[in-house]
């Protein structure tokens, strides 16, 4: 992925204001397998961006329980299209 360390600063939770921060390999082969599977936990259950595409990157919120896709190189941002993380990745 190529966001900029600047443009990491800027990010955040849409909804908490966390930082957020690129998934770490083992956690996005997980959470591909698990689309893969059709058992990643999507909210909305029809996002708008594709589930059917590959994960390029997942961005973790500090927490470690919500995760946001990037697709096309662009980090999907919006509440409504975030990744259920099964347990916090803290």
């Known amino acids: ?8 600063d800027l990010l955040r939770c849409p909804q908490t204001g966390q930082r957020l921060a690129p998934a770490p390999a ?3 082969a997980r959470l591909e397998a698990r689309r893969r599977e059709g ?14 595409r590959p994960l390029e990157a997942v961005l973790i919120r500090e927490d470690g329980r919500i995760g946001y896709p990037v697709q096309g190189g662009i980090p999907i941002l ?3 299209h975030e990744i259920h993380l099964h347990s916090p990745l803290v």
Request: glycine share 0%.
């Open 1 to 8: 992925m190529s966001i900029t360390p600047e443009l990491f």
């Open 26 to 28: 083992e956690c996005l």
């Open 39 to 52: 058992t990643l936990d999507l909210h909305p259950a029809q996002p708008q961006w594709d589930p059917a």
């Open 78 to 80: 919006l509440a409504d």
